[in-house]
């Protein structure tokens, strides 16, 4: 695909001129590079020209979606700039595709199918009209009277007669019942060849076919010879974008992780995606390219009575907030602005990477085969199949938790990001739940949830004699409190299990704090978070393994403890 530019074109073309002949031509999409939100799309079309002037009208059903567009020749030359033609009228099917031309021959077809059943239909009902007419002539014949026939004044010519009457009688109701029989076929296969229009049209329409009014690019060129002409229409569109997708599969047996990797495409716009070459790309060319700008800040000295502040109460001075909140920091003013409200300050905390950044680089991920995309714009495309190392771990949490869960640490060692998106988990074969894969970089570690293990069931003792004390506050200047957790193995094999506990821990001087634990922690502080302590144990079948935790507390008398065992 080329990249476009914004570069005057190559003088290949020529102001429009009157007499210039249009052709009408045809470009698919033939390629397309995918950012998660927005393509670099090309379409191809090839067109033969006399020599001359000529304005190509180049068929463009997203005209509304694309931006930048750029015509090059086979060469790489610019052909000409562009031009919108809106409501453009062309002859049906004028520019129909194979697969188009094929589906309208169907329609038309269906709708020939079902005038000729239809037309049928309207000769069986007059030939039943025809029948019921001379059954209406029969029956007056047999009515007699003014209006009927006389009986033979010969008698033996009576019986000749009537057995005459009789016949013709029989013939015409047998000839109705057939009639009838036939009309009825014949409005079935209406009905059936209603349904078969149906369905040729609505595969036509699947196909998305121009229309008689069309949305196109003009294009002035100028050949110096006849010959074939082919042409790249190379445009930006926002009608595209891509997501991974995952499944991933441990192995608790070997600890190998499975990784199925999936693009998820989508498309919105009016483009048709039939047998486009796709590359898949993780820039992101919608970000800012230049810095925020900066102005200069003076520093001002103000008169802290002269700030008004918003208080719970209304407007108050500065010397009220001060008196209220203790120091407040003075913001410079603009001069000649009002006076600004006073705001609290708010610090954020770098958690780390939220983002792909790749330093202006990126990754791209051609896909191998050519991708078409149906009517519900949407379409998930298999990448590949990657496979993990793990370190697997029972983690049981049984403050929080009924059961412990299987927790696999895993490394990054693929040498390229594995970026976010949707994920579904399995765990030897059985489905776990799905949940957002964040972005782990090259050579990162990452924990991933695999359920619950249901054999491992966790318990949480409160061990406390005195009543009174199970509250988030207490107020008695002594207080003591002894709890007891744990897992038991209902399974049929031993099983190692990590548990992780909060323990209690002060860092007022006032409050003295005494914690026993029976017994003791094989990891103290995991992750640098106070307090938070493992244990590696492994239980037996069959077996309980309890943790006692005994905690004392001393704090001067009128004090409030909060502590959450």
């Known amino acids: ?66 931006r930048l567009p750029q015509m090059t020749g086979a060469d790489g030359q610019r052909l000409g700039v562009p031009q919108d033609l809106v409501n453009f009228p062309i002859e049906e099917g004028a520019l129909d595709t194979e697969a188009q031309a094929n589906a309208r021959a169907a329609v038309e077809a269906a709708e020939d199918a079902l005038q000729a059943v ?24 047999l009515r ?65 076919p121009l229309g008689t009014q069309i949305t196109a690019y003009a294009i002035d060129v100028e050949v110096a010879e006849e010959g074939e002409l082919a042409f790249e229409l190379d445009y930006l569109s926002q009608s595209a974008g891509w997501e991974p997708a995952y499944e991933m599969e441990l192995d608790t047996d070997t600890g190998v992780l499975e990784v199925d990797r999936f693009v998820v495409l989508r498309t919105n716009g009016a483009a048709t995606w039939d047998g486009v070459d796709v590359t898949f790309s993780t820039a992101t060319p919608g970000r800012d390219r230049h810095p ?23 407007m108050m001075s500065m010397g009220d907030a001060e008196s209220r909140v203790g120091v407040v920091p003075t913001q410079s003013l603009i001069a000649g602005a009002a006076a600004p409200m006073m705001e609290p300050v708010v610090i954020v905390e ?3 990477v939220l983002g792909a950044q790749f330093d202006g680089l990126s990754i791209t991920y051609p896909y191998g085969d050519p991708v078409s995309v149906g009517p519900s714009g949407e379409i998930m495309l298999p990448f590949d199949t990657v496979t993990l190392d793990t370190e697997m771990e029972n983690r049981a949490i049984p403050r ?33 739940g799905d949940g957002y ?44 409190r002894e709890l007891a957790f744990g897992v038991t193995n209902t399974g049929t094999e031993a099983e190692e299990v990590r548990i992780l506990y ?64």
């Open 1 to 66: 695909m080329k990249r476009l530019f914004l570069t005057t074109a190559i003088c290949l073309t020529l102001p429009f001129a009157a007499q210039a002949d249009d052709f009408l031509v045809r470009a698919d999409l033939t390629d397309a590079l995918v950012y998660a939100n927005g393509a670099a799309l090309t379409r191809s079309g090839t067109v033969t020209l006399p020599a001359g002037q000529h304005r190509l009208i180049v068929a463009m059903p997203d005209l509304y979606e694309a």
């Open 118 to 141: 239809q037309d049928a239909l309207v000769e069986a009902d007059a030939e039943i009209r025809s029948i019921e007419t001379q059954q209406t002539y029969v029956s007056a014949i």
């Open 144 to 208: 007699g009277g003014e209006n009927g026939v006389s009986m033979p004044d010969d008698p033996a010519l009576v019986p000749q007669f009537l057995a005459t009457l009789g016949a013709e009688t029989e013939r015409l109701s047998q000839e109705r019942q057939a009639a009838a029989v036939a009309r009825r076929d014949l409005a079935e296969a209406v009905t059936d060849a209603q349904t078969e229009l149906a369905r040729a049209t609505q595969a036509l329409q699947e196909l998305r």
């Open 292 to 314: 925020s700008e900066l102005a200069s800040i003076p520093a001002r000295l103000i008169d802290p009575e002269e700030i008004p502040v918003q208080g719970g109460f209304g």
């Open 350 to 352: 770098d958690t780390g």
């Open 400 to 432: 929080h938790d009924a059961t412990a869960f299987l927790v696999a640490q895993v490394e990054n060692t693929l040498g390229e990001p594995i970026l976010p998106g949707e994920a579904v988990f399995f765990r030897d074969g059985a489905l776990m």
């Open 437 to 480: 894969l964040p972005l782990i970089a090259a050579g990162a570690d990452v924990e991933m949830g695999f359920g619950p293990l249901d054999h491992l069931q966790l318990r949480w003792i409160d061990r406390s004699l005195a009543e009174g004390d199970r509250g988030l506050f207490t107020t008695s200047t002594t207080q003591a």
């Open 502 to 565: 909060a323990v209690p821990f002060a860092e007022q001087e006032d409050l003295e704090l005494d914690v026993s634990l029976s017994p003791r922690p094989s990891e103290e502080d995991v992750d640098d978070q106070r307090g938070v302590h493992a244990w590696e144990l492994v239980v037996a079948s069959g077996e309980e393994a309890l943790i006692e935790l005994r905690a004392e507390f001393e704090f001067p008398d009128g004090q409030i403890l909060d502590w959450r065992p």
